[in-house]
Structures are given as C-alpha cells and as structure tokens.
C-alpha cells in the first residue's frame, strides 16, 4: 500500500510505528480492463502514478506494448521508478516546472510541461523518434485529478485528436468521494453521467466502479462534489500542524 502525504489523515500515517497494527478498509471496486496483444496508452498525474504502474505490469504480463506519461508537479516528486521502467516500453516522464526528469533508457524522453503538451510533443516528433506512435493505442487510461481527465478527455477531440486512433476507448478512474466502504449502500460515490447523442443521465457508484468512459463523465458534477469537504480538510491540516508544532511526534 501506497500512501502519499497531502491532508491530515494521510499525513498521520507517517506517524504509525513499525510493527504497529493497521486496519484498512475500502470498497473492494472491481479490476481494471486490460486488452490482450494490443497497445496501452497510459496517462498518470500525480497521485495516479501510484496506481499506473501495476495496470502496466498488468498490460505487460497479457501481451500489450505500453506507452505510459508519467507527469508530476516538480522531478522530485517521482516514486517507483524501477517499477514503472520494468513494466513499459516507452515511459514519457514530465514535470509541470522546474528541472526535468532524466530519461535513462534510450527510448524515453523528458518534458516541462502538463501532460497533453508533453503528448503532443511525443506525437508530433517534438522528443525526437518515436518508438511507439499513439494512433497505435487502442485504450487510454488516465489517473489523476478531476482537472487533468477532464483536460485531457477535451483534448482528445481537440488538439491530441490527429495523433490518437479513431477508434479508441478513453478510460478515467473517478475518485469521487467514498463514506461506507460496503459497495453501493450510502450513495456517497454516485458519478453523474450523459450519455453522448442522447443527453440521458445516468447515475453510477464509483465504489462499484471507478474505471468510468471518459466521454460519459460529468466532470463539472465531479469538481463540485469533490469541493465540498474543502473547508473541513483545511481546518484538519492547519489543527494537526499546530499539534505537530506544540508537541514532538516522530514520523517514519
């Protein structure tokens, strides 16, 4: 399990012990879709990587080529890198500022820049050769935050559209908010989508679900919802850096 600090409750994690007792609990959800002897565009920002490279290896164990993005706000930020490299055969790492990230396989490449830009200039031969092109892919997955998706779900009938195969599935990994953790009982999750050519709406537990159509997702509907517990995690980070400055806690 992979737990990256940002608000209170993940902050706390630093603070467990080795050895100490942990329960975890969440919706049990259901396993990503991964084509067999196809090619696998996937796109992480951020927290997304966290989660990107085991659909990779995944991709990789039924026989895909995988072209994976990785973006990050500055270079340090980058994790598991050895785990993404092992499981791609072209890895595009970009920051959004600041010092790029060396590629160290001759394949890859580096990019300042957010993501759509960083595949534009892959596509368009910006990076120098292109091992793998994307009109090649016949699904793309992206994991990040509600803005990068929806960004790049535009993106692709817009600027990304002569560079991606006509014919593929775009994939998002909602993250709605969860309360219950018991699949479907408390609503919490519901993802508003429209259906395209029809306008139907249509309501789906993320908990059940989280690997939603691109082109189907309200991401409007997401950003509100995702909004609303703003104040309160704010509150918790500011209340838990005061007992961090009052008292002497170790982290790991």
Not at 134 to 153: F, P, Q
Request: charged share 20%; with cysteine; aromatic share 6%.
């Amino acid at each position: 399990m992979i737990a990256l600090e940002m608000g209170a409750s993940s902050r706390m994690i630093g603070m467990l012990k080795p050895g100490q007792r942990v329960v975890v609990m969440g919706p049990t959800g259901a396993p990503t879709e991964v084509p067999e002897s196809s090619t696998v565009l996937l796109l992480g920002g951020g927290l997304g990587n966290a989660v990107l490279f085991s659909i990779a290896k995944a991709a990789k164990e039924k026989n895909n080529k995988v072209i994976y993005f990785a973006g990050y706000k500055k270079a340090e930020d980058i994790f598991k890198r050895e785990e993404i490299e092992a499981a791609t055969d072209v890895v595009i790492y970009s920051v959004d500022s600041g010092q790029p990230i060396p590629a160290q396989r001759p394949q890859d490449k580096s990019f300042v820049g957010n993501i759509i830009q960083a595949m534009i200039a892959y596509a368009s031969g910006q990076l120098g050769e292109i091992p793998i092109p994307l009109n090649e892919a016949s699904r793309v997955i992206a994991i990040g935050s509600d803005r990068m998706m929806e960004a790049v779900t535009k993106a692709r009938h817009e600027s990304l559209k002569p560079y991606l195969n006509e014919c593929h599935e775009g994939i998002a990994s909602i993250n709605s908010p969860m309360q219950c953790m018991m699949k479907a009982v408390c609503a919490q999750c519901l993802q508003r989508h429209v259906i395209p050519g029809t306008n139907e709406e249509v309501f789906v537990f993320t908990c059940f679900n989280q690997d939603q159509k691109m082109d189907e997702v309200d991401f409007a509907n997401l950003n509100s919802r995702l909004k609303a517990n703003s104040l309160m995690e704010k509150i918790s980070n500011k209340w838990l850096d005061y007992i961090i400055e009052k008292h002497s806690l170790m982290k790991v």
